[in-house]
Nanobody, 126 residues
C-alpha cells in the first residue's frame, strides 16, 4: 500500500526558509513521479513543483528561483523553500504516481496523481 507522510511545516517570518519532507513507502522498486501541491483556505489546490523519476523537474511560476524540489533514492521527496512570502502560507501536500511518462506540461495538474499525503501546514508571517 502506497503511503506518503509529510513533515517539516511550521511558522516562519517572511524571508525565512523551511524544508518540507515527504516519506514515501509502498512503491517497491517502481519509478515514481512526485510533486508538491498547496492549498490555502478558500482556494483551489495548486501545483508547486514536481519531479519525475528521471530527475526532470518543473516549478510553478510563483516559486521559480525560491523553491527547490529534490528526491533521494528512497523516494523521500523534499521541498526547500527560501525567501518565503506571506502568500506562500498554505497546507502543503505531497503527491505521487507510478511511472515516468507524464509530460512535463502536465506535472503540476492534480489529476495526474492518485496518491496523496495528509499535508503539512506552512504559515508565513509578515
Amino acid at each position: 500500500q502506497v503511503r506518503l507522510v509529510e513533515s517539516g511545516g511550521g511558522s516562519v517570518q517572511a524571508g525565512g526558509s523551511l524544508r518540507l519532507s515527504c516519506a514515501a513507502s509502498g512503491y517497491g522498486s517502481s519509478s515514481v513521479t512526485m510533486a508538491w501541491f498547496r492549498q490555502a483556505p478558500g482556494k483551489e489546490r495548486e501545483g508547486v513543483a514536481a519531479i519525475k523519476g528521471s530527475g526532470a523537474a518543473t516549478y510553478a511560476d510563483f516559486v521559480q528561483g525560491r523553491f527547490t524540489i529534490s528526491k533521494d533514492a528512497q523516494n523521500t521527496l523534499y521541498l526547500q523553500m527560501n525567501s518565503l512570502k506571506t502568500e506562500d502560507s498554505a497546507m502543503y501536500y505531497c503527491a505521487a504516481e507510478f511511472g515516468d511518462w507524464t509530460p512535463i506540461s502536465r506535472l503540476l495538474l492534480r489529476t495526474e496523481y492518485n496518491y496523496w499525503g495528509q499535508g503539512t501546514q506552512v504559515a508565513v508571517s509578515s
